[in-house]
Every structure is written in structure tokens, then in C-alpha cells.
């Protein structure tokens, strides 16, 4: 098996993706409309931000790195893992941050 050696912002991008995770529907269905009408109460919003390490080159792998409550915490570690990004090899980032999620998920 060979290894393949570089900078780490060759093999891998960074991403934050956004989920809204409330399990209610947004709008009512109503039989005799072909329109959903908002709901008379207001929903509880629980929202999401994902940071992900996504490979470039061949199939698309992402690989979460955390999740966060708050957009501007997602940010600022965004920022930190960047600067991982452009200063480490593959092989140190990989050691870095996806064999320490791949830990952190095995013993769930």
C-alpha cells in the first residue's frame, strides 16, 4: 500500500453546512388548497453547523470534524482547523483531526 504525501490543502477542503434540525413541518398541509399555510403558533427552531472536511479528488468523503449550536462558534473553528489545513501534510492533518473523530465515534 502506498502513501501519498503533500500539503494537506491539496487532498482536502473545508465546509460548513447549515442543518435545521426541528423535527416539526413548517407549514400545514390543507386538503382543500394546493398551499401549505404557517401554523398558528410559533415552532421551536433548533438549528446546526456542521464542519466538515470534504477530499477533493475522487468520490466526495466528508468527514465531520464538529457540530456546533452557534454559526460564529462553527467559524472560529473553522478558522483553527484552516490554519491546520494550509501548515500540515495529509498524513499529519489526518492524524490530526480525522483519526481523532474516527476515536470519538468508535466508542459511542
Known amino acids: 500500500m502506498s502513501k501519498t504525501i503533500g500539503p494537506a490543502s491539496e487532498f482536502y477542503r473545508l465546509r460548513i453546512t447549515h442543518l435545521d434540525i426541528t423535527d416539526d413541518v413548517e ?3 390543507r386538503d382543500d388548497v394546493l398551499w401549505r399555510t404557517t401554523p398558528p403558533e410559533p415552532l421551536d427552531e433548533s ?37 491546520d489545513l494550509v501548515d500540515l501534510t495529509k498524513s499529519q492533518f489526518e492524524a490530526a483531526w480525522l483519526e481523532a473523530e474516527d476515536e470519538s465515534t468508535d466508542s459511542h
Not at 477530499?55 to 478558522?79: H, K, N, Q, W, Y
Open 27 to 29: 407549514f400545514d398541509w
Open 47 to 83: 438549528d446546526a453547523w456542521l464542519v466538515e472536511a470534504v477530499t477533493i479528488e475522487g468520490p466526495e468523503i466528508a468527514s465531520r470534524l464538529g457540530v456546533f449550536g452557534d454559526p460564529d462558534d462553527a467559524r472560529d473553528f473553522l478558522s483553527e482547523v484552516e490554519e
